[in-house]
T-cell receptor, first 117, second 111 residues
């Protein structure tokens, strides 16, 4: 099956700094990538949708200036958490879709655990 | 997209068959029913998808009645490693991978 890889798997950063998370589709071209956030014991919450070469579409309540998303190629999307604070500590997960050729299935990365201290 | 409702948690024992039912009363004609599995600190993993009647793969079966307002994920002979959260999702055919997750069902398999 299609493989999506996230990096890093976990990261600890100081409050006020920025952190970048990468999401790569390893064996297919991802026309669309999605970013989710998951707090402990809760479900995944969709943060934004990014299409290669265009601006991301953010879900209601998600600050676009805080969570910068770049989808510069068909195999890479990045999420940068800017000026991170402890409340941004969460599990961030990306998924990728190959468009109509690959149907409705989304392929998920393994997730990134962010801890802001 | 149709909202889904499923039990918050279920308990089972090894070797038993587990059936998790999901309701999606407002499902539309071009919606599919999809189930994902998630282990702690991992991304979700696709299990099965169907539109109507019955779908079976090497992992599970999915039963969908004619009105499509509910669906049942069936896991045959579960093992301890099937302990996970199972999400039922309604996916629109033209959404291209955009998934809206509900609460999920936390399945605990005991020895």
């Amino acid at each position: 099956g299609a493989v999506v890889s996230q990096h890093p798997s976990w990261v600890i950063c100081k409050s006020g700094t920025s952190v970048k998370i990468e999401c790569r589709s390893l064996d297919f071209q991802a026309t669309t990538m999605f970013w989710y956030r998951q707090f402990p014991k809760q479900s995944l919450m969709l943060m934004a949708t990014s299409n290669e070469g265009s601006k991301a579409t953010y879900e209601q309540g998600v600050e676009k200036d805080k969570f910068l998303i770049n989808h510069a190629s068909l195999t890479l999307s990045t999420l940068t958490v800017t000026s991170a604070h402890p409340e941004d500590s969460s599990f961030y997960i990306c998924s990728a879709s190959g468009g109509a050729l690959m149907g409705t299935e989304a392929f998920f990365g393994q997730g990134t655990r962010l801890t802001v201290v | 997209l149709a909202k889904t409702t499923q039990p918050i948690s279920m308990d089972s024992y090894e070797g038993q068959e587990v059936n998790i039912t999901c309701s999606h009363n407002n499902i539309a004609t071009n919606d599919y029913i999809t189930w994902y599995q998630q282990f702690p600190s991992q991304g979700p993993r696709f299990i099965i998808q169907g539109y109507k009647t019955k779908v079976t793969n090497e992992v599970a079966s999915l039963f969908i009645p004619a009105d499509r307002k509910s669906s049942t994920l069936s896991l045959p002979r579960v093992s301890l490693s099937d302990t996970a959260v199972y999400y039922c999702l309604v996916v629109r055919g033209n959404q291209g991978g955009k998934l809206i997750f509900g609460q999920g069902t936390e399945l605990s398999v005991k020895p």
